[in-house]
């Protein structure tokens, strides 16, 4: 059996192809951020963290679903760099923070690069991600915000966390997932 390849690949799908790497680097690198609030006995932060880091697979998974779907040959990467080192928890919020601006940036270079090569079904397919970081970067904004104001006392933010539950919503309209969504 043939490997599908449509050629020549198009800077669009070579773009989804490396968001597919974003977002799995993404997903572990709030597996380490769960990981450090977990070993810190913060229990609210790392299962808001590794709760994150599903969806980041997730969405990994939902680009390669896409690709696969519009007959795209797909290669699942390694993962980068991934920090496990921090002094204080402020550092771990704000690297998620500038972590989903980053995400929101690189999905907007999709849409324009979809919308420059006239893929409709890329820019639909798109959509849904732009709404989801609008999502994103506006709850790690509030969860950062709690954390400055909580001024070190993190049993706070574990209680604002249990109370509100940010981002604990699932979005029935996410697009399929690989596999299926965990």
């Known amino acids: 059996m043939a490997i599908k390849r ?13 968001q597919v ?4 680097n993404a997903s572990q ?6 990981v450090w609030f977990d070993n810190s ?11 994150q880091a599903l969806e980041e697979r997730n969405h990994a998974l939902a680009v390669t679903r896409y690709l696969m779907d519009t007959d795209h040959h797909v290669e699942i990467p390694g993962t980068g760099e991934v920090r496990n080192d921090f002094t204080e928890p402020v550092e771990l919020v704000e690297l998620a923070l500038e972590q989903e601006k ?7 270079t ?31 904004t509030t969860l950062l915000n709690v954390v400055k104001r909580g001024n070190g006392n ?24 690989a596999g299926g969504a965990l």
């Not at 993190?154 to 399929?176: C, K, Y």
Request: aromatic share 16%; charged share 30%.
């Open 6 to 18: 449509k050629e020549p690949r198009s800077k669009f799908y070579e773009l989804l192809q490396q």
């Open 21 to 24: 790497y974003n977002e799995f």
């Open 29 to 34: 690198q709030y597996v380490a951020i769960a």
């Open 41 to 51: 006995d913060l229990p609210q932060l790392a299962k808001f963290f590794y709760r």
């Open 102 to 108: 980053a995400v929101t940036a690189d999905f907007r």
């Open 110 to 140: 999709l849409l324009k690069t979809a919308r420059e090569e006239d893929d409709y079904q890329g820019e639909q397919f798109l959509q849904w991600f732009l709404k989801e970081q609008v999502e994103e970067v506006s709850t790690m």
């Open 154 to 177: 993190l049993f706070d933010v574990e209680t604002w966390l249990s109370r509100e539950q940010p981002g604990a919503s699932g979005d029935s309209a996410m697009p399929a997932v």
